[in-house]
């Protein structure tokens, strides 16, 4: 882990409790947020992000810290609230926020679910009626088709991997043991619409050691599985790839007898991450990889409305340049991947944005007929802003700035959730 020092201390202090990254230290419920620019009216719900934000004391890694959100809600052309409030849970839950059969979950891939209020109140903890014994992933997918949540857990001990389905009302209907070799460290997966995609690599999980809980393994090798989506656990399909890490998936989808897997990939534990596609012959059982861009990108993300079906759009972080752990330059890019065309975004000098996501104009627009949403930290000002962008002309100036009442120190994922409050 990479260290600075504090002109105050002697004492170097973690990447994480130092600039952007250090903690905020209360809850504030401000109204009527200053608007630079004009909001559209139809962009009416709410923009939740969560992120590690250790509220006793410094913790010994990032994502160790008790989780935090923080909501901008957007209504009618008016920003009307913003709110931060930690996961008031035993678990960190600090990396993602989904809402599925109505209930918002706070996660964390270690923990089962915290449901969260609208106004971003702790509910507790949420267990698919006693159905989840073990973690859930902080990336389950929600089928646009069918409208069911499918997801995954990994555990120290066997089965190292389970896979979960649950219908659209919330219950859990399926839970299949996987069978890998190790406790594997399975971040994040994907679907189509009839398979899920489960990536078994040679990154292992050695419970929560410091200073990494994850290790690189020369030996392990690398494969990925495809599993019908209603399938046994013992009907995985194996296709070996060549040994990387993937923390996260773009998107995945089948074409003729093949399947398409979009994600980020580093050729080991610490390298630098690009857009890069996996093509499954189901033929002939081989998998053909190669890159799709040569920059340092993380954060993938698309119009959700394409999960599991042919995406034509990825949006990503651009790490320019990290310095001491804490990125100082970023872009935002949005990839055409049938065409090659990458347009960027940036939010200039000392501006650095985290994860954007899309919102789609209407339920029926077009792929990038819509907005980006993200946090951008400034750095002279030490303030924060919820950036609007017009997906389409992605390059352009910020069609709306929300000017928070608070930093927001750099987080991990977020969502919005339309007609929300
Ligand atoms: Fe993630």
């Known amino acids: 882990m990479t260290t600075t020092t504090s002109a105050a201390s002697p004492e170097p202090l973690p990447f994480h409790l130092t600039g952007n990254f250090a903690p905020v230290l209360d809850e504030l419920t401000v109204h009527d947020l200053e608007v630079t620019g004009t909001l559209p009216p139809e962009l009416t719900g709410t923009y939740v992000r969560n992120g590690p934000n250790p509220r006793n004391g410094p913790s010994p890694i990032w994502f160790l810290g008790q989780g935090m959100l923080h909501g901008v809600r957007l209504e009618r052309g008016r920003a009307r609230w913003y709110r931060n409030r930690w996961i008031d849970a035993p678990t960190t839950s600090n990396t993602n926020i989904v809402r599925h059969a109505g209930k918002m979950l706070a996660l964390v891939e270690t923990a089962p679910p915290v449901a969260v209020s609208d106004e971003l109140?702790?509910?507790?903890?949420?267990?698919?009626?006693?159905?989840?014994?073990?973690?859930?992933?902080?990336?389950?997918?929600?089928?646009?088709?069918?409208?069911?949540?499918?997801f995954f857990t990994y555990s120290l001990q066997p089965p190292f991997v389970t896979y979960y389905r649950a219908d659209t009302s919330g219950a859990l209907v399926q839970s299949e043991p996987i069978q890998v070799g190790s406790p594997t460290y399975m971040h994040d997966f994907a679907i189509t619409k009839r398979y899920a995609l489960l990536l078994d690599l040679p990154v292992l999980f050695n419970g929560w050691r410091t200073p990494m809980p994850i290790q690189w393994s020369d030996d392990y090798g690398a494969r990925i599985g495809v599993l019908p989506r209603d399938g046994r656990g013992d009907q995985v399909r194996w296709f070996p790839i060549a040994p990387c890490s993937i923390v996260h998936t773009a998107n995945a989808y089948e074409e003729g007898g093949t399947i398409v897997l979009d994600v980020v990939r580093a050729p080991r534990l610490d390298g630098p991450s690009q857009l890069f596609r996996y093509t499954l012959d189901l033929e002939r059982g081989v998998a053909h990889e190669a890159p799709l861009d040569a920059r340092h990108v993380e954060f993938p993300r698309i119009d959700e409305r394409r999960t599991g079906s042919a995406h034509r759009y990825v949006y990503a972080l651009e790490l320019c340049d990290i310095v001491n752990g804490i990125p100082t330059d970023c872009v935002l890019r949005k990839y055409d991947v049938t065409t090659g065309r990458c347009t960027v975004h940036d939010f200039g000098p000392g501006r650095v944005s985290g994860e954007c996501i899309f919102v789609p104009r209407t339920p029926g627009s077009g792929e990038d007929d819509g907005y980006a949403l993200c946090y951008v930290h400034d750095r002279d000002r030490n303030t924060s802003d919820l950036v609007v962008l017009d997906a389409a002309d992605f390059a352009a100036p910020a069609l709306a700035t929300v000017a928070l009442p608070r930093r927001v120190p750099y987080g991990i994922h977020g969502n919005w959730f339309p007609e929300l409050g």
């Open 121 to 150: 109140e702790t509910l507790g903890a949420f267990d698919f009626a006693g159905g989840l014994t073990r973690g859930m992933t902080a990336h389950p997918k929600i089928c646009p088709s069918t409208g069911e949540l499918l």
